[in-house]
């Protein structure tokens, strides 16, 4: 029996969720009434079959990265692409980038098919964006995403060259080698983020401290990328101290991804605590509920 995504306006009337096994997208476009159906259209048909590309190329996904390549699919190459800059440094996959890579290419159907004033196309939290001249974009930061915490807002202007948003850290989806609550990067695409949070991410860290527990990653998933690689299940408490070592290993590798031009910002969270590299001041939220208008979760 052939499997069909699920396609539907949302409750709203405005955005559009499209989920297909593990990808689950919510998209907006703003602009006439005619470009956002031809828009929407365009997203429904690029992303029908999506999944099954992916599939056809896992085996090569989940392989520890290399210069050359032989990947065929667009957002396969894109995947690879995006992680390629990291190679020399250690184990990376192209699937770090794959969230991000997938909404990048739903929001380039989208922007080939109509002219928008805005669109975003949000793969939980990871997020490919376009803005418009006089255009703007506001995130919601949590401090920890896993549960109710401190909102912080980020605002993404036209004039920036921020068009990627992306979050990693051990309360996400994904296995973490860190023990970030959250790591979100802007940069100039989305898999560009998707890629340099995950590396953040993992940078993030304590190596041996008895209060991290960790464990081989193919024990918790048989199929992950990972293999036996140990990855963070839980954190028992922190000095200060040992908090703002922490901190400060991922900020110093975000530093340098900073320098070499391929992130525009990071915002590094773990226990309450923020450190924000290369980007424009965050505002906490006070006086109303939700100032956001996406609320961003690893």
């Not at 960790?214 to 408490?237: C, F, I, Y």
């Amino acid at each position: 029996m052939t499997r069909l995504p699920q396609i539907a306006l949302l409750s709203d009337g405005r955005r559009l969720h499209l989920q297909d096994g593990p990808i689950d997208l919510v998209v907006e476009a703003r602009g006439t009434a005619d470009a956002v159906r031809a828009a929407y259209e365009a997203a429904a048909e690029r992303f029908t079959g999506l999944l099954d590309e992916l599939c056809a190329e896992l085996p090569e996904l989940r392989t520890a990265v290399e210069e050359r390549t032989s990947l065929k699919g667009v957002v396969a190459r894109r995947m690879h692409a995006a992680v390629t800059p990291y190679a020399a440094d250690g184990f990376i996959t192209p699937m770090a980038a794959v969230a991000g890579s997938v909404a990048e290419e739903i929001l380039g159907a989208m922007l080939n098919a109509a002219a928008l004033d805005r669109a975003y196309v949000n793969n939980g939290g990871d997020i490919a964006l376009h803005l418009g001249e006089g255009e703007h974009f506001s995130v919601g930061l949590m401090d920890r995403p896993d549960r109710d915490g401190v909102m912080r807002t980020i605002r993404v202007d036209v004039d920036d060259p921020v068009r990627g948003i992306a979050t990693s850290g051990r309360h996400g989806r994904s296995f973490s080698l860190g023990i970030a609550d959250a790591v979100t990067v802007l940069a100039g695409s989305a898999s560009q983020a998707d890629a340099a949070a995950t590396i953040i991410a993992n940078a993030v860290d304590l190596p041996g401290h008895p209060a991290i527990i960790r464990k081989p990653a193919n024990e918790l998933q048989p199929d992950t990328d990972l293999g036996a690689r140990l990855v963070t299940r839980d954190v028992s408490e922190l000095s200060q101290d040992e908090i703002a070592t922490a901190l400060e290993s991922g900020a110093e590798c975000a530093r340098q991804l900073f320098d070499r031009g391929l992130i525009e910002g990071a915002v590094l969270q773990l226990c309450g605590d923020m450190l924000v590299i290369g980007t424009k001041d965050i505002e906490p939220q006070r006086s109303r509920p939700l100032v956001a208008e996406n609320a961003v979760h690893a």
